[in-house]
């Protein structure tokens, strides 16, 4: 397992669309090296999860795992999920205005994400899965699959909230968290 360099915005790699991984290469040592370097690579960043594509890799495999996260520390608990080939279909048009930040972006800002999410995905042992996710779970899941498109939070950040971490800190951070912690509770993820 390694600590892998996070490509920064501006790497073509962040903007190409990555490709599924068949389900005969998923036990291969390359895939699972890969899902190995992915784990570490999050949780040495502090991340709530990371896509391949920000590791230098075009396979569509993402990770999310939060844990008392000291960068989103109002982010609800997600145990480690391990995603091969994750499709999303938001289930409604509930939305909600999330502050997010990226390891892949210096800045951070206001976007909308849908609410109410299925995911199906394969895991590292080629089991298939399928649940909706809920809330900033939801988010995190939307974040992360369009990496695999291609997409940043900056395409999506509406540019007149956009802050650095410091800036976030000092003037944004008291009043999202009070709002982001009820709407939390609300929605129970
Ligand atoms: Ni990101």
Same mark, same amino acid.
């Given at each position: ?10 790497? @073509? ?7 599924? =991984? ?55 608990? =997600? ?6 080939? @994750?499709?999303? &279909? @938001?289930?409604?048009? &509930? ?6 930040? +990226?390891?892949? $972006? @210096?800045?951070?800002?206001?976007? =909308?994400?849908? =609410?109410?999410?299925? $995911? ?9 899965? &399928? ?13 992360? +699959? ?6 940043? $939070? ?11 971490? &410091? ?23």
């Amino acid at each position: 397992m390694t600590v892998r360099p996070i490509l920064p915005i501006g790497h @073509p790699i962040l903007r190409t669309r990555t490709t599924p =991984v068949p389900r005969s290469d998923i036990s291969s040592s390359r895939i699972q090296g890969l899902i190995d370097d992915l784990i570490d690579t999050m949780r040495h960043a502090n991340g709530a999860g990371i896509a391949a594509n920000q590791i230098g890799d075009t396979a569509r495999i993402l990770t999310i795992e939060v844990n008392n996260n000291p960068r989103y520390p109002y982010k609800p608990p =997600v145990p480690l999920t391990v995603a091969i080939n @994750p499709v999303l &279909e @938001p289930l409604d048009a &509930e939305t909600v205005v999330i502050n997010e930040g +990226c390891l892949s $972006v @210096p800045l951070r800002g206001e976007l =909308v994400r849908s =609410v109410n999410v299925a $995911v199906r995905y394969t895991d590292r042992q080629g089991v298939d899965h &399928e649940r909706v996710v809920r809330g900033l779970t939801a988010g995190t899941w939307q974040h992360e +699959c369009d990496h695999l498109d291609g997409v940043l $939070v900056a395409d999506r950040i509406d540019p007149k909230t956009l802050s650095t971490w &410091e800036q976030f800190r000092a003037h944004h951070q008291d009043a999202f968290v009070e709002r982001i912690t009820r709407f939390v509770r609300e929605v129970g993820s």
